[in-house]
T-cell receptor
Framework: GQNIDQPTEMTATEGAIVQINCTYQTSGFNGLFWYQQHAGEAPTFLSYNVLDGLEEKGRFSSFLSRSKGYSYLLLKELQMKDSASYLCAVMDSNYQLIWGAGTKLIIKP | IAGITQAPTSQILAAGRRMTLRCTQDMRHNAMYWYRQDLGLGLRLIHYSNTAGTTGKGEVPDGYSVSRANTDDFPLTLASAVPSQTSVYFC????????????FGPGTRLTVL
């Protein structure tokens, strides 16, 4: 079966750095996505990785290792507005997205 | 219209009733999707459409139907609602390309009693 695993909840301090991990087992791989979802709102796109390595975009970076079935999202200089759920999703061989349950990130002052 | 709109925003429905959730996009994306999101679970694909005139079944299609008469609209119909269909429903669209990023509508919160 297809499976995406990520921690249910994480807590971090404003101004700090946090790493959210995602491991996956899917039938085929056509890229890995990270989305941010604030409570009561729609998911919004953060990043896309299809090749191994680190993609940096401002305070957010995303890493992929296809051989290990592993990705992480790194958030730097945390702000209170970063409190949200972070969703990991893998595009499978049919070009459909398989979603993890999301990691709820709580930022404390 | 800017992006994707969904209607209604929320709805309470009696079991056994028929309900259509509406979704419209103005980005001329060829692909559209319907997901449901339940607490503790990831987004689950109900139905999708890769282009106008075609539809496909996702992970959890039972009890739902869709149509794609044109590029912009992708309605989702519950023929006879059941309480297990209580959920938040998101419509999304994407344009085939480098990363197939999906853009989401604001969601419809549906409660079936």
């Amino acid at each position: 079966g297809q499976n995406i695993d990520q921690p249910t909840e994480m807590t971090a301090t404003e101004g700090a750095i946090v790493q959210i991990n995602c491991t996956y087992q899917t039938s085929g791989f056509n890229g890995l996505f990270w989305y941010q979802q604030h409570a009561g709102e729609a998911p919004t796109f953060l990043s896309y990785n299809v090749l191994d390595g680190l993609e940096e975009k401002g305070r957010f970076s995303s890493f992929l290792s296809r051989s290990k079935g592993y990705s992480y999202l790194l958030l730097k200089e945390l702000q209170m507005k970063d409190s949200a759920s972070y969703l990991c999703a893998v595009m499978d061989s049919n070009y459909q997205l398989i979603w993890g349950a999301g990691t709820k990130l709580i930022i404390k002052p | 219209i800017a992006g994707i709109t969904q209607a209604p925003t929320s709805q309470i429905l009696a079991a056994g009733r028929r309900m259509t959730l509406r979704c419209t996009q103005d980005m001329r994306h060829n692909a559209m999707y319907w997901y449901r999101q339940d607490l503790g679970l990831g987004l689950r694909l109900i139905h999708y459409s890769n282009t106008a005139g075609t539809t496909g079944k996702g992970e959890v299609p039972d009890g739902y139907s869709v149509s794609r008469a044109n590029t912009d609209d992708f309605p989702l119909t519950l023929a006879s609602a059941v309480p297990s269909q209580t959920s938040v429903y998101f419509c999304a669209s994407s344009q085939a390309g480098d990363n197939n990023e999906q853009f989401f509508g604001p969601g419809t919160r549906l409660t079936v009693l």
